[in-house]
């Protein structure tokens, strides 16, 4: 081995503590990025993996009537079809001790042979018999049930019935129930029949043969077999074309990725800025040895060489720590997203891209940091380097303003000296405050979207002013009995509304919708309500929000606004239908699907079903979960004995229950960065002032040499410290601000499609501040406990 | 200065340093011209300030004159690149620090071998022999495997010239060699520079040290950055 290599493995060893530090730095970055990236790579796949394993069905033809077995066999008969399937899928309610959920019933029409949209097996019985369900495994949590118990369901046209439930499966296409806040159960069509409906399967799910990820293809081919039905004589309702392929969460699911991903991305950066300035004080510390191994014949090539040697080794060490440890932050990370996903992981090894691109990054982001400081250290003349001395006056000049700000008399001397101080090296001032700055923003950031999502979610009152939804399975005239509601003890108001699925209507095409088998992804409702409505406040974006009820007017929300504009006409399917509505306005709704408002009478003229309602929207007084809890059961108590069939019935706290699940691993997940970029941020702040005062060793011992007490010099070094912490929270506030803005407003369009507004954590803030006056505090102690340790001999012969 | 008999290895020529502080520009050399024939002890003194250092700065290539041209065994040094100035040092000039300067992480042997790496001067596996060999030169071949801090201020100049002969440079200079020792040791130093001149290396020693003006084939006095004064010893 080369001579000068024993100097970089000597210099690497000589300091541990250092050195560890900045293994650590990068080490975290490193860990950040493979954990994420890990993570994300077996999610990805086993996402795709799962959902294509259930042979998700490429289009659902939703007909009027009932489908028989001898329908399916023609359907397969026709070209570019794979599959057929007849199914049904129907929205009951179950209780779960006194409260009502919404339960979707999956009706099979052969358990033994299921082709599309497959439930794996996990437990119990295979096939359910009559008056018996299979559960999906997510959902007897929800339940607070278990195989062998029995469970009461109501479907919209029966009575309540006990329900045993025998076996377990697991539908990966399916989110878990606690998130949707819904049940899933699977039951044969005489089960359906036990419960009191007389509907058969009324479902078409085909799987084409070619072009299975094609949207465009399997339209046309569903709409050919639509048109066959059609000339069969049957009605056609709907053709329902999920995103090929795609998991229901997959967008939410990457979106949560890329943001993991950009912050994992960013904590190296953090790392490497540190190493870089960490660089900048071994350079500063090796000046004169720098000096020496020129005057021996070094090149400055030959010494950048060194230094980028001793880096890319330290980074090695930080990769060899990181990797596996990224490994198991990775399972855990996959784990606990399969579990929010309801994913099964059958395949956890990590493609070996990652682990390259995890190496690549370990190494090269640090090395281009610290490059920089290597490069400008190791080109410094000879002469420069032999006589160096240490931090030098060159940047206070006579009339430069922090001379001037330090002469304030009312400022104490010691305060007066620290000021100038932190000005002496700026270039170096600069990278402390960009560090600090970066660490600041990037942890406030994250806590200021994490507190935006959840003013977000508050929203949702703000914007819903009811507490319960209750849908109806029949229109019905309900004057007397939203009278009859306003009876009850704390209901302030109650409404009549009306729904309608709908889509936006093509000319010689049936009506396609995106939405998934479990009815709510994807889905888009037409919403008919009383104008004006004093039970909705929605937050208009653009034009006006209804106020003619006899108006061909719609206000579509941001999922359904598509490219349309304020004074277009558009056309939606209702009821097989085509009307045409003329577009007033946009809404920006927190927590809904796609939805196309309109007024009541109009829609009741359109489908014939005047001084009719379908919806019942209800507030209570108190709006609080758990008044609300028990006005439900007034309310729906009351419904019952009224003899009203009821379809669903959501509360308001579900619903935000439902959404806050949606994104509780990527809150959790920023607050964890947050922690991370809090931690590398502090590692900065200490290497950036132990460089510092290392530099002025000499000047401190002149210090002594004069007078100048311990505390004294303790006094000097500290409020340098918090001066330049001070300084770097303004700058942190202001970039957390433009951060803040951006990354909230690009989970905000993919989860929502609309921005999170812009949210100052004052708690993110207080944390910051608290962990700058401590890290400071922290960080200036051992330097400044080592400039009073060494003697004053030895620190005016300090090289 | 002019020796007939010897060619001059090094020949300043009219050159002037001009250094700019904030007080304004200093002139530490004064259009000041000097040859050294080879194989020659030669002495700089001087006050502080007068301008010792820098002469020697810009004999070793360290430096570079404002104006006048250098030549250094028919190099005109001053116009070497930075690059290529340090690899013909590492070659053509020992240098010797007052304060020794020898890497702290490094053994005696590896700072010796050192320079012979930087310059790849001498085969890898010729190196270890010939720094053992230097160190034997200068006695202390039996330090040849202990750190620097373990090691006395001689031991530790002897070291450095040691380092400083690595490359076989024709030139060895030393700024204030002694200046960090007991009169003992600073004796020693000089006899192995005495040797080293006899040995035909030219040795250009900056120092303050009156009692061992014997020593040197010439003495050259500065003062305000001018040659003011030229004698061989009696």
């Avoid at chain 1, 967008?251 to 943001?259: C, E, F, H, L």
């Avoid at chain 2, 810009?58 to 100035?85: C, F, H, M, R, Y």
């Amino acid at each position: 081995m080369q001579t000068r290599y024993y100097k970089v493995i000597r210099d690497l060893t000589s300091d541990y503590s250092k050195n560890f530090m900045l293994v650590l730095a990068i080490a975290v970055g490193v860990f950040g990025i493979g954990a994420i990236l890990d993570g994300y790579s077996v999610i990805k796949r086993e996402m795709t993996d799962n959902y294509k394993s259930t042979m998700p069905a490429s289009a659902t033809i939703e007909i009027e009537g009932k489908i028989t077995k001898g329908l399916v066999d023609s359907v397969k008969q026709i070209s570019g079809i794979a599959e057929a399937e007849r199914h049904a899928t129907l929205v009951a309610r179950m209780k779960v001790g006194e409260k009502w959920y919404p339960l979707l019933l999956f009706i099979i029409d052969d358990f033994k042979e299921k082709r599309t949209n497959k439930a794996f097996y996990i437990s119990g019985e295979r096939e359910p018999v009559a008056g018996t369900m299979l559960v999906e495994r997510t959902a007897f949590g929800l339940m607070q049930a278990k195989e062998g118990d029995e469970l009461i369901i109501k479907t919209p046209n029966g009575t309540p019935q006990k329900i045993k439930l025998v076996g377990t499966v697991h539908d990966p296409g399916l989110a878990p129930a606690w998130q949707e806040q819904t049940g899933y159960g699977y039951i044969t069509l005489s089960t359906l029949h036990l419960l009191g409906e007389t509907t058969g399967f009324d479902q078409l799910r085909i799987l084409v043969s070619e072009n299975q990820d094609s949207k465009k293809h399997i339209t046309e081919v569903a709409q050919t077999v639509a048109h066959r039905l059609e000339q069969a004589g049957y009605e056609v309702h709907e053709i329902q074309v999920p995103p090929p392929g795609k998991h229901p969460h997959q967008g939410q699911m990457s979106t949560v990725m890329t943001i993991f991903i950009i912050f994992s991305f960013l904590i190296l950066i953090l790392g490497s800025i540190l190493v870089a300035t960490s660089m900048a004080t071994l350079m500063v510390k090796q000046v004169r040895q720098i000096g020496v191994m020129k005057t021996i014949g070094a090149t400055s090539s030959q010494i950048t060489g060194l230094y980028l040697l001793m880096i890319t080794l330290l980074c090695v060490i930080a990769l060899v720590i990181a990797i596996p440890l990224s490994r198991l932050a990775a399972a855990g990370f996959y784990n606990q997203i399969a579990v929010l996903l309801n994913l099964e992981i059958r395949n956890s090894s990590i493609p070996s891209w990652v682990v390259l691109l995890q190496i690549a990054s370990g190494i090269f982001i640090p090395v281009i940091a610290a490059a920089f400081p290597v490069i400008r250290g190791s080109r410094i003349s000879v002469r420069a380097a032999l006589d160096n001395h240490g931090a030098n006056q060159q940047n206070i000049h006579k009339n430069s303003w922090e001379l001037k700000f330090s002469q304030l008399s009312f400022l104490s001397e010691t305060f007066r000296l620290s000021i100038r101080n932190v000005f002496r090296l700026r270039s170096r001032l600069v990278m402390t405050l960009g560090l600090l700055a970066a660490g600041g923003a990037m942890f406030m950031t994250a806590l200021n979207v994490s507190e935006a999502w959840n003013e977000n979610l508050k929203r949702i009152y703000v914007q819903r002013l009811y507490d319960l939804e209750v849908r109806l399975n029949n229109s019905i005239q309900a004057d007397s009995l939203l009278e009859e509601i306003k009876t009850i003890q704390g209901v302030s108001r109650a409404e009549g509304w009306s729904y309608s699925p709908t889509s936006v209507s093509k000319s010689n095409a049936f009506e396609v919708t995106q939405t998934y088998p479990d009815k709510g992804h994807g889905s888009f409702t037409m919403q008919a309500l009383p104008v004006p409505t004093q039970l909705l406040k929605p937050t208009i974006v653009a034009g006006k929000w209804l106020n003619n009820n006899t108006a061909n007017d719609v206000v579509l929300n941001q999922s359904s606004r598509g490219s349309l504009k304020v004074g277009d006409i558009v056309s939606f399917n209702l009821d097989g239908q085509v009307t045409q509505w003329n577009v007033i306005g946009f809404t920006e709704d927190v927590g809904s699907p796609a939805i196309a408002y309109v007024s009541l009478e109009v829609f009741s003229k359109l489908k014939n079903t005047q001084g009719q309602v379908k919806m019942l929207r209800i507030a209570y007084a108190d709006r609080t979960k758990e008044n609300a809890v028990r006005k439900n059961r007034e309310v729906e108590a009351l419904l019952e004995r009224e003899n009203i069939s009821i379809s669903a019935a959501i509360p308001v706290w579900l619903l935000q229950n439902a959404i806050a699940a949606h994104m509780k691993v990527l809150v959790n997940s920023l607050l964890a960065m947050a922690i991370l970029m809090a931690f590398v941020g502090t590692l900065g702040l200490m290497s950036t002032m132990s460089m510092n005062i290392l530099e002025r060793t000499r000047e401190i011992g002149v210090m002594r040499a004069i007078g100048a007490t311990p505390t004294k010099i303790k006094n000097l070094i500290v409020w340098e410290g918090f001066f330049i912490g001070a300084m770097s929270i303004f700058l942190a506030v202001a970039l957390s601000l433009i951060l803040s803005t951006y990354l909230g407003r690009l989970i905000g369009n993919l989860s929502f499609r609309t921005p999170l507004t812009l949210t100052v954590s004052l708690l993110a803030l207080g944390i910051w501040v608290l962990i700058i006056i401590v890290g400071s505090y922290v960080a200036t102690l051992y330097p400044a406990r080592r400039a009073n340790k060494i003697t004053t001999r030895e620190a005016l012969t300090y090289e | 200065m002019n020796h007939p008999q010897n060619k001059n290895l090094i020949e300043l020529s009219n050159v002037t340093k001009s250094f700019t502080l904030a007080s304004g520009t200093f002139q530490a050399l004064k259009n000041v011209s000097l040859q050294i024939p080879k194989g020659q002890l030669i002495a700089i003194t001087g006050k502080s300030g007068s301008g010792k250092s820098t002469l020697l700065n810009i004999i070793a290539g360290i430096d570079k004159p404002t104006q006048g041209s250098v030549s250094i065994n028919g190099i005109q040094v001053e116009k070497l690149s930075e690059s290529a100035l340090a690899t013909w040092r590492g070659k053509n000039v020992g240098v010797v620090f007052q304060f020794f300067q020898l890497l702290p992480t490094l053994t005696i042997l590896e700072n010796v071998m050192l320079p012979m790496d930087f310059c790849n001067s001498y085969p890898k596996r010729e190196r270890r022999e010939r720094a053992l060999a230097l160190l034997e030169q200068v006695n202390i071949k039996e330090q040849a495997d202990k750190l620097p801090s373990t090691l006395s201020g001689g031991q530790q100049q002897r070291a450095a010239i040691a380092r400083a002969l690595a490359n076989d440079p024709p030139i060895i200079i030393a700024d204030e060699p002694t200046g960090n020792l007991d009169s003992q040791t600073a004796i020693a130093i000089f006899e192995l520079f005495a040797a080293l001149a006899r040995s035909g290396k030219t040795v250009i020693i900056v120092t303050h040290e009156k009692d061992f003006s014997s020593y040197f084939e010439n003495v050259i006095a500065i003062a305000d950055g001018e040659i003011v004064n030229e004698r061989v010893p009696a």
